[in-house]
């Protein structure tokens, strides 16, 4: 099957300025996953998905970033405007149901200058 | 409030010793426990995962790992270190009571020296 895939892998913006990614899931699972980690941090957790909804978007740090999710299929996450603290690696996973694991993406490097 | 500590940021170990790489961990309810590996520029992979049962669980390649519920613990041990199990490493929780949302902790670096 499939893995998770992201793009882009590497994004380099200046303060100010708007970046989307995208996150397409292993086809099939309900549950979609965001998270980040700033250098040498934990793994943060931002929103979990089911299907098109939002289940838990506790970690979303503030109003400058906005997951969806079309149609439960891929989802995008947009930060705008970024600011120097959104730089790090975002990670996008999945899951089936239950007590499946998480299955992640490369990641997106942002840069945020 | 779920929450997971790795308490050693790297943890060096010789080819062919064992090794044990620490997790504690704290929830509401009762813990599913995970365990993921990070290779440079890549996603997390899963190794292996605590849901109920036999406290030792067997992975991939030849990991394992205890729970401890007495210690809040879920330590991640391999009885002969390669140098390719060299990476950075992440304990997960889910409380079983609280959804999906699961928990990474800070990572640990393996390091296996030849």
């Known amino acids: 099957e499939a893995g998770v895939t992201q793009f882009p892998s590497h994004s380099v913006i200046e303060k100010g300025q708007t970046v989307t990614l995208r996150c397409d899931p292993i086809?099939?699972?309900?549950?979609l996953y965001w998270y980040r980690r700033v250098m040498g941090k934990e793994i943060k957790f931002l929103l979990h998905?089911?299907?098109?909804?939002?289940?838990?978007e506790s970690g979303m740090p503030n109003n400058r970033f906005l997951a969806e999710r079309t149609g439960g299929t891929y989802s995008t996450l947009k930060v705008q405007p970024a600011e120097l603290e959104d730089s790090g690696v975002y990670f996008c996973?999945?899951?089936?149901?239950?007590?499946?694991?998480?299955?992640f993406g490369n990641g997106t490097r942002l840069t945020v200058t | 409030a779920q929450s997971v500590a790795q308490p050693e940021d790297q943890v060096n170990v010789a080819e062919g010793n064992p090794l044990t790489v620490k997790c504690t961990y704290s929830?509401?309810?009762?813990?599913?426990l995970f365990w993921y590996v990070q290779y440079p520029n890549r996603g997390l992979q899963f190794l292996l995962k605590?849901?109920?049962?036999?406290?030792l669980v067997k992975g991939s390649y030849g990991f394992e790992a205890e729970f401890n519920k007495s210690q809040t613990s879920f330590h991640l041990k391999k009885p002969s270190a390669l140098v390719s199990d060299s990476a950075l490493y992440f304990c997960?929780?889910?409380?079983?009571?609280?959804?999906?949302?699961?928990?990474f902790g800070a990572g640990t670096r393996l390091f296996v020296k030849a």
């Open positions: 086809s099939g699972h309900d549950n």
């Open positions: 605590y849901i109920t049962g036999d406290n």
């Open positions: 996973a999945s899951s089936g149901q239950g007590t499946s694991p998480l299955h």
């Open positions: 997960a929780v889910r409380d079983s009571t609280g959804g999906f949302k699961t928990i």
């Open positions: 998905f089911v299907k098109e909804s939002k289940q838990d």
């Open positions: 929830v509401s309810g009762n813990p599913y």
